[in-house]
């Protein structure tokens, strides 16, 4: 059958608006809207058949939902709903009723065409609607990961702004000790600040071990100059509660969630960031970053640089001293899960390289010692042995029991800065 012999048995299935009669033939024939394709068609079949051209009212298959008006109003609705929000991409998105389905599946049936024939309701909404948002709002389509979703819902005449997420990746520097990572809620009232029906003693009833924490001290400022509704903190590793970071910093990643401005100048914020912190916490090197710098940064295999303050419980020698750590330099090191962290990590046994050890005695009890090593290298348990469980190690090394009485973490390496350059600041 021709063209016109399928177009004449649709129209014979009830009465179709332009739209719909023209999606049927949307794969073959290019360069038209549906509706222009559709009303193509109707003139022709008119005039071939000798019978007046006689648009329709309603239409049985889509119930009107395709009509332009109809379009127009979708589009208007969506770009009124995205006017709270700053966005440069976009995708759009329809939930069509199982009804409007069956009927595409009829129609086609009934002109005996394939199942697949042309697109369904479905494609040409999300096509010409978004058009018209883009053409209102400026934006540009995305079909990866959109700043923000607009989802049609025909059966409820509902519009839904779905936002996503922006991010922010930097380096941090902790200046002081005693402050964790991210938020540490108190574990002996999980975080509710009551036990026993009082005021949690562990915490004091803040309901968090610590007061602050990097994450307190740099996430809320961001999610407010986003204007969004929480911020989450994603670190490449994390340095002990009693450990500085120091150096180059620390690779992480803030997440905004439904942020209503993406357009935050980096300098400013970093700016703003830091006096919130005041001396406590600092940061460098804003960008705006993706999605998938989330995942990049926490899998982050860094290697790391440790400076450390050591004491031993007995005399060394400065020849000895000199030669464990020589030992230790480029050393392969298996290291047991340490017992202070073995009831939050599995008990095995890991393989960790040493790149460098180097160091000073301060007097024959205390030295200052720096240890370059492979991600995931235990430096505490290096220096101790952990009662055997790290082998080789200092301690054991020297003969002499070994503590770390003070940590800092010099450099964290690895790739080359882990940030996308995109456009979610405007310059």
Known sequence: MTLLDDARAALSAGPLCDSCLGRLFADRSF????????????VTLALSDDEPFDPPDECWVCEGEAAPDRIEAWADRAAAALDRYA?????????????FEENDRLLREE?????????????????????????????????????VLVVLDLATDELDVQVNSAFVYGRYRKLERGIPQTEWPCTDCNGTGIDRGESCEGCGGSGYRYDESVEQLT????????????????????????????????PFVIEVKEPRDRDVDPADLQARINEFADGRVEVEGLH????????????LDAAKTY??????????????????????????????????????????????????ADGDLTDDRRATVEIRGEGGLYVKELVSGDGGR??????????????????????????????????FFRD
């Open 31 to 42: 360069g038209l809207t549906n509706a222009e394709r559709g009303r193509s068609l109707r």
């Open 87 to 99: 966005f440069d991409t976009y995708q759009t998105g329809t939930r069509v009723p199982p009804l």
């Open 111 to 147: 002109a005996g065409l394939p199942a697949d024939a042309g697109e369904p309701l479905k494609a040409e909404l999300n096509r010409e609607v978004g058009k018209r948002i883009g053409r209102q709002t400026g934006a540009e389509v995305d079909f990866e990961r959109p700043d």
């Open 219 to 250: 996430a809320p400022v961001v999610r407010d100059a986003m204007d969004g509704t929480e911020a989450v903190f994603h670190g490449a590793g994390r340095e002990d509660v009693d450990a500085r970071m120091l150096g180059s910093g620390r």
């Open 288 to 299: 705006p970053a993706t999605h998938g710098m989330v995942e990049r940064v926490k899998e």
């Open 307 to 356: 400076r450390m303050a050591v004491a031993f419980a007995e005399p060394v020698t400065g020849e000895a001293f000199a030669d464990a750590l020589a030992r230790l330099d480029g050393a392969t090191v298996h290291q047991e899960t340490p017992e202070r962290v073995a009831h939050r990590r599995a008990d095995i046994t890991r393989t960790r390289e040493v790149y460098a």
């Open 390 to 423: 790290t082998e080789p190690g200092l301690a054991g090394l020297l003969g002499v029991d070994a503590e770390v009485t003070a940590l800092d973490v010099l450099d964290v390496e690895g790739e080359d800065e882990p940030f996308e350059r995109e456009a």
